[in-house]
């Protein structure tokens, strides 16, 4: 018989109460290790989690790999560097190469792929637990769920809180999963960028064409990064024009809401959408997502295993 088994492919899955939990986890995790030094209750499942990354990743891939760690699990790694060692150099497909790996019945698999591997569908057959680490344009749930994380540190609530989004929105699988997951809760996104990067917005999106407006409206601002590898060749953009218009720049600090915040996911384009003096404005918070990214994948990873009746 077969068993089934919950994977975790987008935040639609979880309930606003399942959201609180996961981040309360991630709170006792920060704080324990902050205190101690451990992860909190190492698991005494010693999880396999095996790391399949047909895209290119660093903040994503390493955070779960420390994460597993930090729990008390191993992992075993494909990466796209990696690829000449294995037998996709030879021609087998990144599907065959999930369930080969599938077969050898790791606790979980976590994959970042693009669009040609179909994840939804695997996750309909999967005996083991998938977690999704970025998925073409479509999603990257955990990166939406360590910034939303690190926002409840400056903010009690996100209730009425306005976040921008700036820059290439139409390519970022983080912005779209941000756009079904942050309204949930309470917040209003709006988008600051060329037109040609606000194609297919939720309706009523409030859209910024001036950086200084977008700023004054912004409790948060999240810059992303301009996602050249994924631009048609025909598609207009011109990376001068989008310089002088929304780069942000330590000059507008001015603009920003007393307390307000300045995340950006990663990798940056230093230069494009940000310039490097921003690394020394209060509001950057760039490192603390990334710190938070491995509380917060430690708890969606214990999260996972429980789910899965594994004792964590
Ligand atoms: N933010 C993010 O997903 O970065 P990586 O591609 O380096 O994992």
Redesign the pocket.
């Known amino acids: 018989m077969t068993k089934r088994v919950k994977s975790f492919i987008d935040t639609e899955q979880l309930s606003n109460s399942d959201v609180e939990q996961l981040f309360s986890q991630a709170k006792k995790i920060k704080a324990n290790f902050s205190e101690t030094g451990q992860f909190v209750a190492p698991s005494q499942l010693n999880p396999v989690v095996a790391l399949l990354f047909f895209?290119?990743?660093?903040?994503?891939?390493?955070?779960f790999d420390i994460a597993s760690r930090r729990i008390g699990g191993q992992t075993v790694l494909f990466d796209l560097g990696a690829k000449a060692g294995t037998s996709v150099a030879k021609g087998e497909s990144l599907e065959d190469t999930f369930w080969t790996v599938h077969a050898m019945r790791p606790d979980v698999i976590v994959v970042?792929s693009g669009e040609s591997l179909d994840m939804k569908a695997l996750a309909t057959k999967t005996q083991v637990p998938l977690l999704n680490?970025?998925f073409g344009t479509h999603s990257?749930p955990t990166?939406a769920l360590l910034d939303m994380f690190t926002m409840l540190e400056s903010y009690p609530s996100l209730e009425s809180k306005n976040i921008l989004f700036v820059g290439d929105v139409l390519h970022s699988r983080?912005a779209h999963s941000h756009m079904r997951l942050l309204p949930r809760f309470g917040a209003n996104v709006g988008v600051a960028g060329p037109k040609e990067f606000q194609q297919g917005l939720p309706e009523a999106t409030p859209t910024f064409s001036n950086l200084k407006d977008a700023l004054a409206w912004a409790d948060v601002c999240v810059c992303l990064r301009v996602q050249f590898e994924r631009h048609e060749e025909a598609q207009s953009f011109s990376q001068q024009d989008f310089i002088d218009a929304f780069q942000v720049r330590k000059e507008h600090q001015p603009y920003f809401k007393p307390g307000a915040l300045l995340f950006h996911?990663?990798?940056v384009n230093w230069g494009i959408e940000m310039s490097e003096d921003v690394k020394d404005m209060p509001q950057f918070c760039m490192w603390q997502q990334k710190e938070n990214?491995v509380y917060v994948r430690a708890a969606l990873l214990q999260w996972i295993l429980s789910q899965n009746g594994r004792q964590v």
């Open positions: 895209e290119a990743s660093t903040r994503t891939r390493f955070s970042r680490a970025g990257h990166q983080v996911p990663g990798p990214g």
